[in-house]
């Protein structure tokens, strides 16, 4: 291991296809139906005013449907490197267990050895990191991967690869 | 917070007085009163046959009484270093949500952006380590305190400074 590159992978908006969700709270509490045009750009909190409701609720984080890939490419790549699955979670209590259960359903080759909850992803000793929120690739040092949803879809200067897809994770780091 | 010295401080042993609690479960379990002098060199398991069950049982780290003089030099601690607290808890999900809900009644002071559950903590950049468990301590690159419990009193060749008493750590650090 101490030769592997370390990878820090996000969860929500990353691992974790938090939009799905949102998109469905959001028609069943409204009557709305939002697309993805109606909210690119928009921070997740003002695409959504249930949002900082909605992931303080205890369950939440327990039945997010996996983003598509990501189960088949992280397993390649904790092959070839020291994975690392990171989500800032001590915000909310409720979210912690809700969240280490999901990894294990979801991604159980990933060990608890390999998980990190935290308020600061930026203590944390890695050479990539991937990741959806520019708070946390804009303060890393290593190499950045900003894997696009629909908040920062329209950021354009970054300095940081974008990823549409785990595809296209695959390729950057697998090929 | 640039300039500031960033302390890990640990949980289990450290901040929440875990013995206490063991020698309770296991009395009332068994009948038996065990005292400080039957377990000294002990690992935690050898000591308490009933602890794996103990751990992963839901509720259970959300009553551990704090360890003596720990909110006081903590919070003074708080005012002139970095302060993470770190456990290592992704073997246990049950126990995320309780630890981050007793460290929210018994340390306020201490915000979600200080606190880590991981299971590595040699993942994390830090300047100084206060914890119990040698697997922990050794693999540190900084300074290391190792607190002082019944399963490591009797550890005398370890390169640790040792401290007994948060009034130690209050001594080594703030004096």
């Known amino acids: 291991m101490g030769m592997m590159k370390r990878i820090l992978v996000d969860m929500d908006g990353v691992l974790a296809d938090v939009y799905h ?10 009557g709305s139906v939002l697309t993805f045009d109606d909210i690119i750009g928009l921070k997740e909190g003002e695409a959504f005013p249930g949002l900082a409701r909605w992931v303080d609720t ?9 983003m598509a890939g990501s189960q088949r490419v992280l397993k390649l790549l904790n092959e070839k490197f ?7 979670a001590t915000e909310f209590p409720a979210s912690l267990t809700d969240k280490q259960l999901w990894l294990n359903d979801n991604f159980p080759f990933i060990t608890w050895r390999q998980i990190v909850f935290c308020g600061n992803k930026n203590i944390i000793q890695a050479d990539i990191m991937i990741d959806d929120h520019l708070k946390n690739l804009d303060n890393f040092k290593g ?8 908040h920062n879809m329209n950021l354009k200067n970054t300095p940081h690869r974008r990823a549409d897809s785990w ?8 090929s």
């Open 21 to 30: 969700r949102f998109f469905e709270l959001h028609e069943s509490e409204t």
């Open 58 to 66: 205890p369950g939440f984080f327990r039945t997010i449907p996996v």
């Open 82 to 88: 020291d994975i690392v699955v990171v989500s800032m």
């Open 143 to 150: 190499e950045t991967i900003m894997f696009i949803q629909p």
């Open 167 to 174: 595809e296209e994770i695959e390729k950057l780091l697998l």
